[in-house]
């Protein structure tokens, strides 16, 4: 890494002037939520030297000339809600938080884009769309808190990735800030655009690391009439596992969304939300959402995959056809990444992703890797895209204990995903947290490609640092 300069008093007057008293904050207390993620462990908290709130491109670019000039790393950050450190300041310097580009500035009906600045949050997006009668597709569980801009950094997935495709799909412009403080427009409302390179697509998933998201255009869609949710309880995981091939090729139905959670998955849930939830002895849940045009649709497909479900083994299928039954189901889903939190405050979240026929073997073999280690790993996620968040907790070891055996397991997880054809992770990034990982597996001469972009657009290493690529 190269040597970075601390923050000092001159450059913190510098910095004011850009952005103004009330955007600068050096308080430590006021400095301690920007110091880390939603990523747990303690090794993934650094306190940032200052934290700059600017409102606009031109103050961003400011900022990045004036790092570039004094050497100070700079961190962008949503709302902090990722889960691989990516927001996290590893070199401390400036982290540079867009809570204040927070408006939608256009709604476009007759193109169906809506043009957002990137701190409006997620969830926010999804409203003004329906507002409208349109559809924003992406939908990660965190959308009541995650920014756009931070899921547009991390092409965030999610919950209706199987049908919609992930955040990528839907960015159809961006202004960005390059390292330099150069301010670039890409794309827009153009629907087909094949002019250069695909840059947009570049900076998408580029986890703050290529340049600072300050705009962006995202692709709206209508707004499906109708929506059931199912939820079915297995008694055994591999029978609820199984399905799930068979429902993409034995239904003749796309479904929205094929979500599950293993057992110990229902009962962390239950336990957060002091709630009794069917059949909560199960082995597995399996969630689906299935959205329709017409009534008679939307029923026709449930009953055919309610009935593939009954048929392989689900101990009973509820359909939640209104809004208060469906979110009581997708509550249980949502919030089991908090819930996991209860069971163990340390806890490793895992992100891999398989191709989805691989899913059902790759269970199996992540469920003997626990009982092999003597460790809990509960398991849910994405099953329908075949993202599986496997989750090591750590219950009852010495911190060094955990580490080692932290290491072990991931060793044996990860050579299973890639001896399956699968990857590191299907939607939180590599961040700080894979980084080790991502160049032992990571093709070489894609790592070298990865690392000569980021070089051409960052010489300094100054965006980011600690995150995705080292220095060559
Ligand atoms: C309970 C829970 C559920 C979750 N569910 C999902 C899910 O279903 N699907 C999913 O994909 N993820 C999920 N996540 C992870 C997380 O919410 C996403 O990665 C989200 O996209 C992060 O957005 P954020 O605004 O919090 O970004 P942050 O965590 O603040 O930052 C994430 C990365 O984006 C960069 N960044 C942020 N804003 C900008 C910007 N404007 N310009 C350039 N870089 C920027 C940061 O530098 C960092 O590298 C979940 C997290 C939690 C805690």
Redesign the pocket.
């Known amino acids: 890494m190269p040597r970075y300069n601390r923050v000092d008093q001159r450059i913190i007057d510098e910095l004011r002037a850009i952005v103004g008293e009330g955007g600068v904050v050096t308080d430590h207390e006021k400095m301690e939520v920007y110091a880390h ?2 990523t747990s462990e303690a090794h993934y908290f650094r306190m940032p030297e200052v934290v700059m709130k600017p409102s606009d491109a031109r103050q961003v670019s400011e900022i990045l000339k004036l790092a570039n000039r004094e050497m100070v790393p700079v ?9 691989s450190a ?2 996290v300041p590893m070199y401390g310097g400036i982290v540079m938080s ?1 809570e204040r580009m927070n408006r939608v500035l256009e709604i476009d009906t007759q193109n169906l884009f809506m043009v957002v600045e ?1 701190a409006v949050t997620t969830g926010e997006v999804q409203r003004r769309a329906r507002e409208v009668g349109l559809l924003y597709a992406g939908d ?3 959308a009541e ?3 756009i ?3 547009v ?2 092409n ?4 209706k990735a199987i049908k919609y495709g992930t955040t990528s799909r839907y960015v159809h412009g961006l202004e960005v800030v390059l390292p330099d403080g150069e301010i670039m427009t890409v794309g827009g409302k153009c629907v087909k655009d094949v002019s250069g390179y695909d840059l947009v697509k570049l900076f998408v998933g580029s ?2 690391t290529l ?4 705009k962006i255009w995202l692709k709206l869609l209508p707004l499906p009439k109708f929506s059931v949710s199912l939820l079915a309880p297995f008694s055994r995981m591999q029978d609820a596992i199984d399905v799930v091939p068979k429902i993409m090729t034995g239904s003749g139905v796309v479904p929205t969304s094929i979500e599950f959670m293993d057992s110990l998955s229902i009962q962390a849930a239950a336990e957060y939300l002091n709630a009794s939830l069917p059949h909560g002895d199960a082995g597995a849940y399996i969630i689906i959402e299935i959205e329709a045009n017409t009534q008679e649709q939307v029923e026709a497909e449930y009953e055919a995959v309610g009935k593939l479900l009954q048929d392989n083994g689900a101990l009973e299928v509820y359909v939640a056809d209104n809004i208060a039954t469906s979110r009581r189901i997708w509550q249980a889903r949502k919030c089991v ?2 819930a996991l939190r209860l069971v163990s405050p340390v806890y490793c979240m895992e992100d891999i992703t398989v191709p989805p026929s691989e899913i059902p073997g790759l269970i199996a073999e992540i469920s003997e890797i626990a009982e092999r280690y003597g460790v809990m790993i509960p398991c849910f996620g994405h099953a329908g895209d075949g993202n599986i968040h496997a989750t090591l907790l750590k219950k009852d070891m010495a911190d060094e204990a955990w580490e080692r055996c932290k290491e072990q397991v991931l060793a044996e997880v990860y050579d299973a995903t890639y001896r399956r054809g699968g990857n590191l992770s299907g ?3 590599i ?1 700080a947290k894979r980084l080790d990982h991502f160049e032992q597996f990571y093709d070489p001469v894609a790592l070298r490609v990865t690392r000569s972009i980021k070089a051409t657009l960052d010489p300094n290493f100054i965006l ?1 640092p600690g ?1 995705v690529v080292r220095p060559a």
């Not at 961190?75 to 889960?83: I, K, M, V």
Request: charge should be negative; aromatic fraction near 0%; hydrophobic fraction near 15%.
């Open positions: 993620d939603e961190t962008p950050r949503g709302s902090g809600t990722g889960l990516g927001c867009m990137p990660p569980c965190s808190s995650s920014q801009g931070g899921n950094a991390e965030a997935g999610g919950n986890e703050g340049g600072v998201i300050t990444a908090e939607e939180h990034g961040g980011n995150k």
